[in-house]
């Protein structure tokens, strides 16, 4: 079946550092890969996604780019502040229209950014 | 505002007692999820719903019901079969021309 992998945490960083959080996939098809943030004690909030490979996503200063030849979907931003303290989630979904089963997601990597 | 309420935000309930998740959306979506959070765990899908009136099993049903009879609404029933429900609930919806999720601010349900 589909699984997703990601980095655990925490990851703590000092304002300004560079972020790379790693997330690889494994997937039967063509899947849409995601990143997914959530700060505490909300639900989860779409950062950004690629349909199909070589695709890059970006939101918000945060990239990923989809690479079906090492399978991974690695998050990283250039220069992180202390707002972006969260749970970051990597995610697949198998479909590309309607009808989809779910998400796949990793386990999360918390992220904290310290002053 | 378009969107995905639940309610309520917190929700404490007495061993053996069933308890019911209200979901509701105004995006028009036709599909809904559910998932369940634990920590370290992720999010586990435990129901979805394609249409009105249809429902399917997800990784982690047991012990947990919905129902669909409005497209609207999508509420979870977690049953006194649950045998460890505490945990924080996320309700989902989607568009059935993309496969991005919205989500809604969550449940969290404490069994005392």
């Known amino acids: 079946g589909d699984s997703v992998t990601q980095m655990e945490g925490p990851v703590t960083l000092s304002e300004e550092a560079f972020l790379t959080i790693n997330c690889t996939y494994t997937?039967?098809?063509?899947?849409?890969l995601f990143w997914y943030v959530q700060y505490p004690g909300e639900g989860l909030q779409l950062l950004l996604k690629?349909?199909?490979?070589?695709d890059k996503g970006s939101n918000k200063g945060f990239e990923a780019t989809y690479r079906k030849e090492t399978t991974s979907f690695h998050l990283e931003k250039g220069s992180v502040q202390v707002s972006d303290s969260a749970v970051y989630f990597c995610?697949?979904?198998?479909?590309?229209?309607?009808?989809?089963?779910?998400?796949?997601f990793g386990k999360g990597t918390h992220l904290i950014i310290q002053p | 505002d378009g969107g995905i309420t639940q309610s309520p935000k917190y929700l404490f309930r007495k061993e053996g007692q069933n308890v019911t998740l209200s979901c509701e959306q105004n995006?028009?979506?036709?599909?809904m999820y559910w998932y369940r959070q634990d920590p370290g765990q992720g999010l586990r899908l435990i129901y979805y719903?394609?249409?009105?009136?249809?429902?399917q099993k997800g990784d982690i049903a047991e012990g947990y019901s919905v129902s669909r009879e409005k497209k609207e609404s999508f509420p979870l029933t977690v049953t006194s079969a649950q045998k460890n429900p505490t945990a924080f609930y996320l309700c989902?919806?989607?568009?059935?021309?993309?496969?991005?999720?919205?989500f809604g601010p969550g449940t969290r349900l404490t069994v005392l």
């Open positions: 995610a697949l979904s198998e479909r590309t229209g309607g009808g989809a089963d779910g998400l796949t």
């Open positions: 719903s394609q249409i009105v009136n249809d429902f």
């Open positions: 995006l028009n979506h036709d599909a």
């Open positions: 690629a349909t199909k490979a070589d």
């Open positions: 989902a919806s989607q568009t059935d021309w993309s496969n991005e999720q919205f």
């Open positions: 997937a039967t098809g063509y899947p849409s």
